[in-house]
């Protein structure tokens, strides 16, 4: 069965500075993809990255990008320039291969910017 | 971009009541339609998954039963809590996919606040 793994509950960070959230997973399939999701305390799930397993290339969203190491299986969302907006939950998540295509979630990280 | 829309966003029921919750794509048709639940503080666990036209698959350990879906056409999705109880209080959360694979194929709506007195 697949699994997410995010270890930090709780991130706290000075405004501009960067961060980066953790999230390892476990599978054995060899067809996958990560996502990043952010939810702010009126809990609509945001989109932020995605990474497919066979993408060569890290990926970046203007201030997001994820640090796959496939090796380490880790996909860890790095945040630039942090702001007060981005005060919320970060969840990771995998997309279960097959038809339905379910996505499985981590524990999640609060980010808490401080001014 | 696609747009998922969720009724109510929030509502009070008492409990030994029925709510229907509805899931919308409105921009798009949604081939699956995902059900989750989130607790306070707690990350998001899928309850069931619905396909247009067939009954919906439900994860393990999720009451059938009590938690009904149905996902009657390519645009709509409902959940309906029968008998609620206060233990049934919670964030729900539907997702929905379309025709087709790519990276973003999951949309979520903004989900819908359910207390149960």
């Known amino acids: 069965a697949q699994k997410i793994t995010q270890t930090q509950p709780g991130m706290f960070v000075q405004e501009k500075e960067a961060v980066t959230l953790d999230c390892t997973y476990d599978t054995s399939d060899q067809s996958y993809g990560l996502f990043w999701y952010k939810q702010p305390s009126s809990g609509e799930m945001i989109f932020l990255i995605y990474q497919g397993s066979y993408d060569e290339q890290n990926a970046t969203e203007g201030r997001y990008s994820l640090n796959f190491q496939k090796a380490r299986k880790s996909a860890n969302l790095v945040i630039s320039a942090s702001q007060l907006g981005d005060s919320a939950m970060y969840f990771c998540?995998?997309?279960?291969?097959?038809?339905?295509?379910?996505?499985?979630f981590g524990q999640g990280t609060r980010l808490t910017i401080n001014p | 971009g696609a747009v998922v829309s969720q009724h109510p966003s929030r509502v009070i029921c008492k409990s030994g009541t029925s709510v229907k919750i509805e899931c919308r794509s409105l921009?798009?048709?949604?081939?699956?339609m995902f059900w989750y639940r989130q607790f306070p503080k707690q990350s998001l666990m899928l309850m069931a998954t619905s396909n247009e036209g067939s009954k919906a698959t439900y994860e393990q350990g999720v009451e059938k039963d009590k938690f009904l879906i149905n996902h009657a056409s390519l645009t709509l999705s409902t959940l309906t809590v029968t008998s609620a109880h206060p233990e049934d209080s919670s964030f729900y959360i539907c997702?929905?996919?379309?025709f087709g694979g790519g990276s973003y194929e999951q949309y979520f709506g903004p989900g819908t606040r359910l207390t149960v007195t």
């Open positions: 997702s929905a996919r379309g």
């Open positions: 998540a995998m997309r279960e291969p097959g038809g339905a295509q379910k996505l499985v």
């Open positions: 921009d798009f048709q949604a081939t699956t």
